[in-house]
C-alpha cells in the first residue's frame, strides 16, 4: 500500500527555519512529480512548492519563493522542504503530494500524506 509520511513541522519563531520530510512507502514515487501544499484554520487548501521526477525542475507559489526550496532524495524516496525566513501567515498543516505529472491543483493529487503542523510565533 502507498503512503507519504510527512515530518518536520513545529513551532518556531517568525525569521526561522525548519526542514518538513515526507518519506514514501509500499511504491516508489522516483517516476512522480511531488509537491508540498498548506492548509491554514478556515481556509482553502493552497499550492506551496513542486519538483519534477528528476529534480531538475521546481515550482513555487510566489508567496513562499525566495524564502522555500523543495528538493529530493529518489535514493531514500524522500522529498523535502527548506523553509526560511518563516512568517506568521506560513502557519498551517503543510501536505505533500504524489501525482504522475506536475499540478498546482491539490484535487489532481491521489496521494497524500497525513500533514504536519507548522506554526510561526510573532
Known amino acids: 500500500q502507498a503512503q507519504l509520511v510527512g515530518s518536520g513541522g513545529g513551532l518556531v519563531q517568525a525569521g526561522g527555519s525548519l526542514r518538513l520530510s515526507c518519506a514514501a512507502s509500499?511504491?516508489?514515487?522516483?517516476?512522480?512529480?511531488m509537491a508540498w501544499f498548506r492548509q491554514a484554520p478556515g481556509k482553502e487548501r493552497e499550492f506551496v512548492a513542486a519538483?519534477?521526477?528528476?529534480?531538475?525542475?521546481?515550482y513555487y507559489a510566489d508567496s513562499v519563493k525566495g524564502r522555500f526550496t523543495i528538493s529530493r532524495d529518489n535514493a531514500k524516496n524522500t522529498v523535502y522542504l527548506q523553509m526560511n525566513s518563516l512568517k506568521p501567515e506560513d502557519t498551517a498543516v503543510y501536505y505533500c503530494a504524489a501525482r504522475e505529472l506536475y499540478s498546482r491543483l491539490p484535487e489532481n493529487y491521489a496521494y497524500w500524506g497525513q500533514g504536519t503542523q507548522v506554526t510561526v510565533s510573532s
Open positions: 509500499g511504491r516508489t514515487f522516483r517516476t512522480y512529480a
Open positions: 519538483i519534477n521526477w528528476s529534480g531538475g525542475s521546481t
